[in-house]
């Protein structure tokens, strides 16, 4: 007999027991039990990622139908919340609806403002749906401008939102992409319909991996290291406008200037800085770090870069400096073991050197008060010499000869970001036994707290105020492997389940293949030149 009609069967007998109970239980007297009524249907916006709690309240929905588009003011700010100007034009632009000011709405039409600071946790709103429209509140800006996100979505997903109150934030402050700008040009309108993307998926930082052996992917104003370019890069105006976008949509722009390994188009234009192992060996992309002039040379870049960028934070690399990965570096590169000595005293080792040098480059951004972040790699173990402890350890892999794992880094007391290469890393042509990422093992098998492999950091829950999130990482190994539009389409899942599990934590409320619907739904993505709302345009 077949799984169906045996199921059937049982159902049956069911059925005829349950009517013999209740005969018998009319001829006892006793009152039937009452029928069981429906459960009431969820009425949580469907939206990604998912809000942490919705209250439905009695009332009618509200819809776009409800909003007078005659020239009326459908969408407003308080008079005491005029930095939200931006974030209601844009939703207004995003819905087909009329920007206000701080005129009083039209019924059913939408309020923004700032709630008391401290009213909520960063980034944080709130959003009430009844008979007067909507109104969103948050503690600052972008809390408001995630309320909007959730607003538009839920128009796309449903085309209204049920009478209620909303409340939601984040879980984790660092949520995002990195994109490897130094090995494969992107246009500035494919990095501006990513930011339009990730601000839609409540993402708020995009890395860009500026310099590399292969090349340097942003301007140069000084003629000495013009040499470095790319054969296509973005020019300083072009940084401009997408930093200005991504300012506007709440995404703050960290820049990575790799060192003192992956300095390869550096040394080819300065060889006389390139490091060679006792036999004279030229060595990849690493930088003599005992040399004088070396850090200068570096720092030189670096300053130039520091104004092009206002965002709060700077990654220094640090990773992969090839005099580490030798059997026996002091033996390979005895110039390296005496300016160690020299420097850092009889014990001191090129690890040590190392250590000073990124130190020293933590010093050169300090004084512009942006956070400093460095590849695992780069921080050091049994080290006379000891990493500034404000650098976030950018966790992307235990692979590496050295690599600690992330327990070590959490026992110290520094702050972790999670990169997890086995999940995370998205490397153009899978070289070195990379596979492209899947949002379907994101959103099943990863959480922050994966930070190496496959596995739960063991020391995660006692440490998980200094685990800060996590970013997708695009790597353009081969930089042909991939069009523009495959990695826009091959990033879109993976960035949608990643923006799910930092904003949300615990378990997602859905299963996979009702999650990827929704995605396609509430978020589509931003490569098309009109917006799914409203068919209007969403550029600002």
């Known amino acids: 007999m077949s799984r169906y009609c045996a199921k059937h069967r049982v159902g049956g007998v069911a059925a005829v027991a349950m009517f013999i109970l209740v005969t018998v239980g009319y001829a006892a007297g006793a009152p039937p039990a009452a029928a069981a009524q429906p459960a009431p249907p969820d009425r949580t916006p469907g939206v990604v990622p998912s809000v942490e709690t919705f209250t439905p309240s009695s009332g009618q929905p509200w819809s776009l139908a409800q909003v007078s588009t005659n020239g009326g003011t459908n969408v407003v700010i308080d008079r005491n919340s005029a930095g939200l100007a931006d974030e209601a034009k844009l939703l207004a632009q995003e819905l087909g609806l009329q920007y206000g000011g701080t005129d009083a709405p039209e019924a059913g039409g939408i309020r923004l403002a700032l709630s008391a600071q401290g009213s909520g946790p960063a980034e944080s709103y709130k959003i009430t749906v009844d008979g007067s429209g909507v109104t969103i509140t948050g503690p600052d800006e972008a809390g408001v401008f995630y309320g909007t996100r959730t607003v538009k979505q839920a128009v796309r997903t449903a085309g209204s939102m049920a009478a209620g109150a909303i409340e939601d934030a984040p879980a984790e402050p660092q949520r995002g992409l990195n994109l490897d700008i130094a090995r494969k040009y992107f246009t500035p309108a494919w990095i501006e319909d990513r930011l339009r993307e990730m601000a839609d998926l409540k993402l708020n930082q995009l890395g860009l991996h500026i310099s590399d052996d292969q090349g340097l992917g942003i301007e140069t104003k000084q003629p000495k290291y013009q040499g470095m370019l790319s054969a296509r890069y973005l020019t300083q105006a072009e940084l401009g406008h997408i930093v200005e976008l991504a300012a506007s949509l709440h995404i703050a722009v960290v820049p990575e200037i790799d060192s003192p390994g992956h300095l390869g188009a550096l040394l080819k234009v300065f ?55 030798r059997s026996d570096p002091e033996a390979d590169f005895p110039d390296l073991a005496a300016a160690a000595v020299a420097q850092f005293g009889a014990n001191a080792k090129i690890k040590d050197l190392a250590t000073g040098w990124l130190n020293a480059r933590a010093a050169t951004v300090a004084p512009s008060g942006k956070q400093l972040k460095a590849w695992n790699d780069g921080f050091y173990a049994g080290t006379a010499v000891k990493a500034d402890p404000a650098i976030e350890a950018e966790y992307w892999t235990g692979k590496e000869i050295g690599a600690r794992p992330p327990e070590a880094y959490l026992a110290e007391g520094r702050k972790v970001v999670n990169l997890n290469d086995a999940y995370l890393y998205y490397v153009l042509g899978q070289p070195n036994d990379f596979t492209y990422p899947t949002g379907q093992a994101i959103y099943e098998q990863w959480t922050p707290a994966v930070l190496r492999g496959k596995a739960t950091a063991p020391t995660a829950a006692q440490h998980q105020d200094q685990i800060l999130g996590g970013r997708l990482a695009v790597w353009c190994d081969r930089a042909t492997a991939q069009t523009e539009q495959q990695v826009a389409d091959g990033i879109r899942m993976p960035l949608a389940a990643l923006a799910q599990k930092v904003w949300s934590s615990g378990q997602p409320p859905q299963a996979w293949n009702d999650f990827q619907s929704l995605v396609d739904q509430a978020a589509p993505g931003s490569a098309s030149p009109s917006d799914p709302v409203s068919g209007a345009s969403t550029a600002p």
């Open 271 to 325: 060889p006389d800085f390139q490091l060679k192992d006792v036999n004279g060996r030229p060595v990849q992309g690493a930088i003599d770090i005992a040399k004088d002039g070396a850090g200068p040379l570096v720092d030189g870049l670096v300053k130039e870069f520091l104004p092009l960028f206002p965002g709060d934070a700077w990654h220094l690399g640090g990773d992969e400096y090839q005099a580490l990965v």
